[in-house]
């Protein structure tokens, strides 16, 4: 239990009204809301912050249901993968026995040429293993369901093959069907006067057909959470620590605790999160972000479990362990999402709750209306039995939870976590996008663009450079350090500095080679220090500023030398990532709390036109709520923790993974690689499952409409029946594994 939330394990769900059974079971205790996934067979449990219920209590209101539940089973380490038995293999040898049993009953029925003397007693002999064994799982659910005074899609099926069964043996024993010599045609519809008073091959292909419908969909729930299942079995299973003495020591991950150091060597995985203490090498992140180019890392920098190590060795200190890795988050967000529902299967669920009451009615209203307007009984009870069998909206129940297994699952393999159905609407109606400028549309790395000696100095553009980064080395802020970066990438020696002081957001001073040396903002060094300041020098400044950049001057003997201009990255899919929004019908609106110099630079070098400069923490906010109010549906891309509210606030929040936690926890998407084209591409992912959920939901429902309508009709013989509601559960789930080949663009 964490946060407030219980997951519990559920078995014995057989269909959709059954999840929205134990939902409302579990709703009538105080303090809970609930949510069951068909799908998944989960049930999240929310309680208020005043309640303490006891998982047992829980547990108890799902057994009174009639169904299992059970607290999630802790990861057995170092388990065999041969190990998990086939959940599906006890439905595979039902369908399998049943089926070939089956067969020949349906053969004999329909072909009146092999039906030889006395042929029905051995389509009995064949069909009742069949529609008692076979049909057993329909049987035993609708019983349970039954003494709960609850109805669900299984008790549509039991009845429809018990009466089929029971029909043909009143027939048999009781009827002139027994008779020597008996024979018997295929009817497709209630109304051929040439229609069989024995169903034994309705009994038997109903029950297969279903059973293959149940398998097929048992294997298909398997292959959409293949993409979670593998993520999570991405992590190391043992690590080389180093103990006292420096000896190695493997021991499974399970038991790495914080401050552990673990040795990698190239091609093993990262065991755990933790910091670079030795070493460099090129690490594999595409498990991470999606990305296949491995990333630098060396001494300092920080990596994540199981990632690749592809290059040297490295020296890691475990920072974090279990369930607080970048992993598990990832897995939990997935879970998470995989768990919800979208507002349109809520009704799908609630329309479920009561089809199955309903549709018994309209069978017993067939069988009359039939017998009232003069039909034979013989076609008032086919028509009865199609319509309890062609009815069973399994397809209802599916529709949402494979397209969110297979959509979340294939986002999580190319860096973009879903946070839920929620998420997925939200992403329809949405048109305008705003972008945070630092860390999004840009690198968030300040860089070293340009050295610019004064025209009177007689100092070089290296010298510049090799004082400023002698003075600056003493500093942590973000351009001291690209200063300090540029000089020792373009091979500048650095001078030992001593004496340094720093004057908060103004400059910094230093003795370098026995002269004092000055550099920061030109204000600074006017006010404070009287420096003298070439015409060209201010020149240089405002060009820089007004191009976006950071302008320091470098002084020394009460003179500025020159300038050395400083600043942030655009990203270099940037400007792609922008035509493509516009591609999708997102108006893009950058928001940043630099000057306004900075951000119209950056905004003109990627195609953007609205800006909004000089925003603080609560006027993102204000503006995200200002477009809304305009009528907008809003987008916010962020990274930082100036950034949660609007992200919390705007009607999608998108965090880049490279950001803050406090941004990543407002969002509704995270894009773990940090690149702006994937946002692009989740937008999009976002958008096809969506589509694809209501693609499902359609079909679901205009089967239904559609097909009780002919069944009551008589214009379906119940063998078909079954078929097409077999079809119509596979072809839902089989439309949502299609996800898996979504591609982001190249």
């Known amino acids: 239990m964490t946060d407030g939330v219980v997951e519990l394990d559920i078995t014995g769900m057989t269909c959709a009204s059954c999840a929205n059974r134990i939902e409302r079971k579990l709703g009538k205790l105080p303090g809970v809301t609930a949510t069951v996934n068909y799908a998944t067979e989960k049930a999240q449990v ?89 049909a057993l799982p329909f049987h035993r659910a609708a019983w349970v369901n039954a003494r709960h005074g609850a109805a669900t899609m299984d008790t549509l099926v039991s009845v429809g093959v018990l009466a089929a069964f029971g029909w043909s043996l009143y027939a048999l024993f009781l009827g002139d069907a027994g008779m020597r010599g008996m024979h018997m045609a295929f009817a497709w519809l209630a109304t051929d006067p040439e229609a069989s008073d024995l169903y034994l091959e309705v009994a038997s292909a109903v ?39 420096g000896a190695e020591v493997r021991v499974p991950v399970a038991s790495l605790v914080v401050g552990d150091v673990v040795v990698v060597r190239p091609g093993e995985r990262i065991p755990s999160d933790g910091l670079v203490r030795e070493g460099s090498s090129a690490v594999d992140l595409s498990m ?28 890691v200190e475990v920072t974090r362990v279990g369930s607080d890795t970048e992993l598990a988050r990832m897995g939990r967000l997935v879970e998470d999402a995989q768990t919800g529902k979208a507002d349109v299967q809520r009704l799908a669920d609630r329309v ?76 329809r109606g949405v048109d305008t996008i705003v972008l945070d400028k630092t860390g999004t549309v840009t690198t968030g790395e300040m860089t070293l663009r340009s050295v610019l000696p004064a025209d009177c100095s007689t100092h070089t553009a290296d010298d510049l450079l090799r004082m400023a980064a002698a003075v600056e080395d003493g500093s942590e802020h ?52 009287s ?17 976006g950049g950071t302008a320091v001057a470098v002084a020394q003997g009460g003179i500025a030398l020159g300038v050395l201009v400083v600043g942030d990255t655009v990203k270099a899919e940037a400007a792609e990532a922008i035509a493509r929004f516009r591609a999708l019908g997102l108006h893009p609106v950058l928001l940043t709390g630099d000057n306004d110099g900075a951000a119209r630079a950056v905004a003109e070098q990627v195609g953007i036109d609205e800006v909004h400069a000089r925003a603080t923490p609560a006027s993102k906010l204000d503006t995200v709520r200002r477009l809304q109010a305009e009528g907008h549906r809003v987008a916010m891309v962020g990274d930082g923790v ?18 803050t936690d406090a941004a990543i926890a407002a969002s509704d998407i995270t894009v773990v690689s940090g690149r702006l084209t994937v946002v692009a591409d989740a937008i999009r992912l976002s958008r096809v499952t969506l589509g694809t959920i209501k693609g499902n939901l359609f079909w679901a429902f205009a089967y239904n409409v559609a097909a009780i309508p002919l069944a009551m009709a008589g214009l379906l013989n119940p063998v078909l029946a079954g078929a097409a509601m077999a079809f119509s559960s596979v072809f839902v789930v089989t439309n949502s594994l299609r996800l898996r080949r979504f591609a982001p663009r190249p």
Request: include cysteine; charge should be negative; charged fraction near 15%.
């Open 288 to 315: 991470l972000t999606g990305e296949a180019v491995p990333v630098e890392v060396g001494a300092g920098d920080r990596v994540t479990g199981a990632t690749v190590n592809v290059g040297g060795r490295l020296v």
């Open 352 to 427: 479920s709750g009561v089809f199955v009451p309903i549709v018994i009615g309209l069978a017993v209203l067939a069988f009359v209306g039939w017998l009232v307007f003069g039909g034979s009984v013989t076609a008032a009870f086919t028509a009865a039995v199609a319509t309890l069998i062609i009815a069973c909206p399994c397809a209802l129940g599916l529709a949402t939870p494979t397209a969110l297994l297979v959509g979340t699952g294939r986002g999580s393999q190319l860096g973009i976590l879903i946070g839920g159905p929620q998420a997925l609407e939200q992403t």
């Open 46 to 134: 929310r309680l208020d912050d005043a309640t303490d219920t006891d998982p047992a209590v829980l547990i108890a209101a799902v057994e009174s249901a009639g169904y299992g539940a059970s607290l999630p089973a802790p990861p057995v380490p170092d388990a065999p993968p041969g190990d998990d038995p086939d959940p599906t293999a006890a439905l595979r040898r039902r369908l399998v026995v049943s089926a070939v049993l089956a067969l020949p009953v349906v053969v004999l029925s329909m072909v009146p040429v092999l039906q030889f003397p006395n042929w029905q007693w051995l389509a009995l002999t064949l069909a009742a293993p069949v529609a008692v064994w076979g």
């Open 478 to 529: 973000p351009v001291a350090r690209a200063i300090v970066r540029a000089a020792v990438s373009h091979g500048v020696v650095v001078p030992t500095a001593t004496q340094f002081a720093n004057t908060a957001g103004s400059g910094v001073q230093a003795v370098v080679d026995g002269e004092v040396v000055l550099v920061g903002g030109v204000r600074w060094l006017t006010d404070s220090w």
């Open 642 to 659: 100036n950034d949660a509210a609007a992200l919390a606030a705007a009607d999608l929040g998108i965090a880049m993974g490279a950001g």
């Open 207 to 245: 029950t297969v057909f279903i059973l293959a419908g149940r398998y097929m969909e048992a294997r298909a729930k398997q292959q959409s959470g293949a993409a979670l299942r593998a993520l999570l079995e991405l992590g190391a299973k043992d690590a080389a620590v180093l103990r006292d003495g």
């Open 531 to 547: 420096v003298s300041v070439p015409d060209d020098v201010s020149a240089a400044i405002a060009a820089a500023e007004s191009d």
